[in-house]
C-alpha cells in the first residue's frame, strides 16, 4: 500500500514539478526581457526566441536520455567485448554471421515480417469491409479490436492453452488437440514441431493485430468519395468488383502505413517466444535473441549487436515515415 | 450508398455469416481461458472447456470409507457414505469390480466378496453390508456419473491471496499511474511549442521526434540499465516511471502536436491581441481543447505500461515488492505450466484492467490509433 501513496506522491511532484518548472522559467524569461517599456518590441522578440526551448527542454532532455543517447551507447558497445571494457572491433559481428541461433532468428523474423504483417492487413481488411456493412457492426468491431487491450503474455497464456497437449490417451482439452484428433490425427505437442510452431506463434500476433488493421482501414474505407463508388454501381459492378477494384486501390496508402506499423511492431516481438517457447525448438527470433544475452549470456557486446540489426531493420520504414510525414507538413 | 446498390439478401447473409463467423474466432480463445478460469482442476484435466456447460459424464473409483467407521446394525456390519462427498452428482450405473465398472443400476444389490453386498444410490449415497466385521483395505466402488455443470471462484480466491497476484496487482497500479501522468504534462508543453511557435529548427525536431517513434526499445536497454545503476536507480520505481515516461514521449508529442495543430487559429490569435502570454494560453485554452488527444494518448500508454513485459523486467526486481502482473504470469507459466486453472485466474486478474479501460474508452483509443498511425 505504502508504494501506491509513493506513487501518488510521485505524480503530484511531478506534475507541480513541471508546473512550476514552466510558470517559473516563463517568468523569468519575461523579467529579464520585460515585454512594456521602451525596448518592449526587440523584448518581445528576443524572448520569442527563446521560449519554446523553455517549453521543449523537459521533453528533449527525457528525449536525449531515453532514446538518443543509448542509441550512441549502443553502437559502441557492439563493437565492444562482453562486459564492455575492451575493444574488439567486429568481432561482435562476424560472430553473429557464424551463429547458427543467430541465423536461425534471421530466418524466422524475415518469416514473421512476411506472414504476420500480411495475415493481419488481410484480416483486418475483411473485417473492416463486412463490419461497415451490418447493424452489429460495432458490437463486433469491438470484440476483435479486444485482443489488442491484451498483453503478450496474456494472449501467451489464451494460446499456449489452445496448443496444450496432454497425451497417453488422457481427453485433450487444448482446442487444437481436441479438434485434431476429432479429424483423426494423433495429438502433438505442437510447440515443438518445427516449423509449425513457428506459425502457431505467429497466430498469435495476428491475433491481436488485426484489431488495429481493421480500425485504420474501416476509417480509410468510410473516407472514399461515394462518387465512384456510385459511378460503378452505374456501370453494373459487383459489391465483389467495387471492393476489390474501386475501394481498395483508393486505400493503397493506408494499407501501406498499417503494414509498416505492425512490421515495426513484429520487429520488436519478444514477449509472446519468451513465453510460449523461449526460443527453442527453432522458434527463436531477434527480439528474444538479444534479451538471451544480455540477462542469460551476460555479453552487452552480443546483445548490442543484435539490437543494432533490429534497428537497421527498422530503419528503412523510420526513413519513410519522415519523408511521409515531411510531406504532410508542406 | 450499398443500399442503393439494391443488395441481393443472399450477400446480406454470408456477409452476417462471415462477420459471426471472424467475431467467433477472434472471441473463443479469450472465452476458452475465461470459462476454465471458474473450473477446478479436475474439470480442466478430464474435459474440454467447451463441454463445461454440459453435463459431464465420469468414471469415479471409489474407495469406500476405513473399516473403522463401520457401524453394526444388528447383527450386520456397515459402512456408509457418499461417493460425491457431498459435491452432488448422479449416478447413472456402478459396479464391483474393475471388469465391469457399470455391471449394476442404482438402487440394485451387488453381491461382493466374503458375503459382503453393496448398494449405490441415484444421489450417491452407498452402503455395504456384512454378516461380518470389516478389516483392513475398504472394498473399492466403480461409479459411472454425470455430474452438473459446475463453476467455482476458488482459483481467484487462490491467486489473489496465495500466489501473490494480489500484491503484484498493486506493483503493477504503482509502476502504471505515475508512468501515465507524468508524460502527458511534458509533452503537451512540448507539442504546444511545434505546433504554435516559430523557430528554427521546428521542422527538424519535428522529424526527429517522427524517426524515434519506432526506434526499438531493445536499443535502449543495455546502456539505460548501466547508467541508472550508476545514479543508484538500477532496481527503484523512479527508475521505471522515467524510462517509461521517456519511451512513450515520442507518440505523446507526435499525438498532441498533430492535434494541437488543427486547434482554430483565430481562439489563440485573439487570445494574443487581449494580452495572454502564451503560458496562459497553453494552460487556458491549448490544455482544454487538447482533452481528447490527452485522453487518447493517456489510455496508450496506460495499456502500454499495464502490458509491458520487457522494461519492468530491466528495470525492476524480481522480489515480492517490485514484481508486476506481466512478470508473475511469466513466471507462473514456467513454474505452474500444467496449472491451467491458476494460470486462468492470473492472466484474467492481469488482463482485466485493461480489458475493462478498452470498453470504456474505446472512442478515444480508435481516434488516437487513427492519428497516431504515420500517414
Not at chain 1, 519554446?52 to 567485448?81: E, Q, R
Not at chain 2, 459471426?20 to 474439470?43: E, H, K, M, N, Y
Not at chain 2, 453435463?55 to 457401524?71: K, L, W
Not at chain 2, 444389490?109 to 444410490?121: H, I, K, L, Q, W
Request: charged share 15%; net charge neutral.
Amino acid at each position: 500500500m505504502e508504494q501506491l501513496f509513493m506513487a501518488m506522491a510521485t505524480i503530484v511532484i511531478g506534475v507541480f514539478g513541471c508546473v512550476a518548472y514552466f510558470f517559473f522559467s516563463n517568468v523569468v524569461l519575461d523579467s529579464i526581457y520585460p515585454p512594456r517599456g521602451p525596448d518592449a518590441g526587440r523584448n518581445i522578440a528576443r524572448a520569442a526566441l527563446i521560449r519554446p526551448w523553455l517549453f521543449l527542454m523537459p521533453a528533449l532532455l527525457l528525449l536525449a536520455a531515453y532514446l538518443v543517447y543509448p542509441l550512441f551507447v549502443s553502437i559502441w558497445l557492439s563493437f565492444m567485448d562482453a562486459t564492455g571494457d575492451n575493444f574488439v572491433g567486429l568481432g561482435n559481428y562476424t560472430w553473429l554471421l557464424n551463429d547458427l541461433k543467430f541465423r536461425e532468428s534471421l530466418q524466422n523474423n524475415i518469416l514473421w515480417l512476411l506472414v504476420v504483417p500480411a495475415l493481419s492487413t488481410f484480416f483486418g481488411l475483411i473485417a473492416a469491409a463486412l463490419t461497415d456493412r451490418i447493424g452489429w457492426g460495432n458490437f463486433a468491431k469491438a470484440m476483435i479490436f479486444m485482443p489488442m487491450a491484451i498483453s503478450f503474455i496474456g494472449a501467451a497464456v489464451i494460446w499456449k492453452f489452445i496448443y496444450d497437449y496432454r497425451g497417453d490417451g488422457q481427453t485433450e482439452v487444448g482446442v487444437l488437440n481436441a479438434l485434431w484428433v476429432a479429424l483423426g490425427g494423433e495429438a502433438q505437442t505442437w510447440l515443438t514441431v518445427e516449423p509449425a510452431n513457428s506459425f502457431l506463434l505467429m497466430i498469435v500476433l495476428v491475433w491481436i493485430q488485426t484489431g488495429f488493421a481493421m480500425v485504420i482501414l474501416s476509417a480509410a474505407l468510410r473516407g472514399i468519395p461515394e462518387e465512384t463508388i456510385e459511378a460503378a454501381i452505374l456501370d453494373g459492378a459487383s459489391p465483389l468488383q467495387i471492393f476489390a477494384r474501386i475501394k481498395v486501390p483508393q486505400i493503397w496508402g493506408t494499407i501501406a502505413v498499417v503494414w509498416t506499423t505492425i512490421t515495426i511492431t513484429v520487429l520488436k516481438v519478444f514477449d509472446i517466444v519468451l513465453a510460449m517457447t523461449n526460443g527453442q525448438w527453432g522458434t527463436q527470433v531477434l527480439a528474444n535473441l538479444m534479451f538471451d544475452w544480455m540477462f542469460r549470456g551476460n555479453d552487452t557486446g552480443r546483445a548490442s549487436a543484435v539490437a543494432l540489426v533490429i534497428m537497421i531493420m527498422v530503419t528503412p520504414i523510420m526513413i519513410w515515415n519522415i519523408r511521409n510525414a515531411r510531406k504532410e507538413m508542406r | 450508398m450499398d443500399n442503393i446498390a439494391g443488395t441481393k439478401s443472399s450477400l446480406v447473409w454470408a456477409v452476417h455469416l462471415a462477420t459471426a463467423a471472424l467475431v467467433l474466432l477472434w472471441v473463443l480463445p479469450t472465452i476458452g481461458l475465461l470459462v476454465s478460469s471458474f473450473r477446478d482442476r479436475d474439470q480442466i484435466t478430464t474435459s474440454g472447456w467447451w463441454m463445461s456447460l454440459f453435463a459431464s459424464e465420469q468414471n469415479i473409483v471409489y474407495r469406500a470409507g476405513a473399516a473403522d467407521s463401520q457401524q453394526q446394525e444388528g447383527t450386520l456390519w456397515v459402512i456408509a457414505g457418499n461417493v460425491f462427498d457431498g459435491a452432488g452428482g448422479e449416478v447413472k450405473a456402478f459396479g464391483v469390480n474393475s471388469r465391469a465398472p457399470s455391471e449394476f443400476a442404482p438402487g440394485t444389490e451387488a453381491p461382493m466378496n466374503d458375503g459382503v453386498t453393496g448398494t449405490v444410490a441415484e444421489n450417491g449415497d452407498y452402503r455395504l453390508v456384512s454378516p461380518v466385521a470389516f478389516e483392513g483395505r475398504s472394498p473399492r466402488l466403480f461409479v459411472t456419473s454425470v455430474t452438473p455443470p459446475r463453476f467455482t471462484l476458488d482459483n481467484y480466491n487462490r491467486v489473489l491471496f496465495a500466489e501473490g497476484i494480489g500484491r503484484a496487482f498493486l506493483n503493477t497500479m504503482t509502476v502504471t499511474i505515475p508512468a501515465t501522468v507524468i508524460p502527458i504534462l511534458i509533452a503537451a508543453f512540448a507539442a504546444f511549442a511545434l505546433a504554435w511557435m516559430e523557430f528554427p529548427g521546428r521542422a527538424l525536431l519535428i522529424a526527429t521526434i517522427v524517426g524515434l517513434l519506432v526506434v526499438p526499445l531493445q536499443l535502449s536497454l543495455i546502456p539505460l540499465l548501466k547508467l541508472h545503476n550508476s545514479l543508484g536507480i538500477g532496481k527503484e520505481y523512479v527508475g521505471i516511471w522515467l524510462a517509461h515516461s521517456g519511451f512513450g514521449l515520442p507518440l505523446a508529442i507526435y499525438l498532441l502536436r498533430n492535434y494541437m495543430v488543427g486547434l482554430p487559429r483565430e481562439i489563440i490569435e485573439s487570445a494574443r491581441v487581449d494580452g495572454a502570454t502564451d503560458f496562459q494560453i497553453f494552460l487556458k485554452i491549448i490544455l482544454p481543447l487538447s482533452f481528447p488527444a490527452l485522453a487518447s494518448f493517456a489510455i496508450f500508454q496506460f495499456l502500454w505500461t499495464w502490458n509491458d513485459l520487457l522494461v519492468a523486467t530491466v528495470f525492476l526486481g524480481n522480489s515480492a515488492d517490485q514484481l508486476v502482473m506481466t512478470g508473475l504470469l511469466r513466471e507462473l507459466m514456467g513454474s505452474k505450466g500444467g496449472e491451467w486453472e491458476i494460470l486462468a485466474a492470473s492472466a484474467f486478474v492481469s488482463i482485466s484492467v485493461p480489458l475493462i479501460v478498452f470498453f470504456a474508452m474505446q472512442k478515444y483509443l480508435v481516434r488516437g490509433l487513427l492519428a497516431g498511425s504515420v500517414k
